[in-house]
């Protein structure tokens, strides 16, 4: 498996590599979301993990430019725990979401999860358009 890291923290990037090290997974890193771009056209990644908050391309927009990329797995980890940052980055395109500081069970079940969803052949859904009315 290749996972590409794109977060500009290099100790918490140090320390999900060593929670992912039972994976045996060939890990790239990137530390910002136009070089995270650049390695995933290149490394062509079996599962992206990205941080929302980077230093020039936020979560969301290297998202949107991961997915004219690419179809496999995204997931976000971050420290904000906002559920409108979620649900736009989950609408954009990312698979999952989880908050940091993560347990290494919850991040493995995760990966597990969205490397077995990815390797079912899909069609493209179409998204479910819900209103929202103000209270």
Known sequence: MRILIIDDDPVGTEIVELLLA???AQIRRACSGESGIEQAEVFDPDLILLDYMLPDLDGLQTTK???RLTNKPILILSVLND?????????QG?????VKPV?????FA???NLVRRAEIPRKKPKPLMIP???I
Request: charged letters at 20%; glycine letters at 0%.
């Open 132 to 134: 929202i009315h103000p």
């Open 103 to 107: 347990s290494r069970e919850i991040l």
């Open 83 to 91: 559920p409108v940052v979620l649900a736009k980055v989950l609408n």
């Open 110 to 112: 995760h990966i597990n």
């Open 65 to 67: 430019a991961l997915r």
């Open 94 to 98: 990312a698979d999952d979401y989880l």
């Open 22 to 24: 039972p994976l045996n």
